[in-house]
Nanobody, 124 residues
Framework: QVQLVESGGGLVQAGGSLRLSCAAS????????MGWFRQAPGKEREFVAA????????YYRDSVKGRFTISRDNAKNGVYLQMNSLKPEDTAVYYC?????????????????WGQGTQVTVSS
């Protein structure tokens, strides 16, 4: 089992950057693929990015490719989301998730392991 705590959200102008962090507890963190998801007001939660357990493979939703970068540090039990060139449509609560599996060909569905989320607001 793994517990997750997100941080790093905030208010930023369009075109700006934020770096989200997810701190994981539990000795099995390095065995999980990890993902970031987001939920905007009135919308369903959606996949953003995923990274394999080793960190050598990543996958993104089309709308964030080239702007967002997911990474992890297994020694620190952390997973990160660097978000550049932010747009108002990126405004959402962002959640990290310990995935049940990783795929580099399609969006991975989330597991039941969620953090509490961190708010990202991008102003125009």
């Amino acid at each position: 089992q793994v517990q997750l705590v997100e941080s790093g959200g905030g208010l930023v102008q369009a075109g700006g950057s934020l770096r989200l962090s997810c701190a994981a507890s539990g000795r099995t963190f390095s065995s999980y693929a990890m993902g970031w998801f987001r939920q905007a007001p009135g919308k369903e939660r959606e996949f953003v990015a995923a990274i394999s357990w080793s960190g050598d493979s990543t996958y993104y939703r089309d709308s964030v490719k080239g702007r967002f970068t997911i990474s992890r540090d297994n020694a620190k039990n952390g997973v990160y989301l660097q978000m550049n060139s932010l747009k108002p449509e990126d405004t959402a609560v962002y959640y990290c998730n310990a995935l049940t599996y990783y795929s580099n060909t399609h969006e991975t569905p989330p597991s039941s392991y969620w953090g509490q989320g961190t708010q990202v607001t991008v102003s125009s």
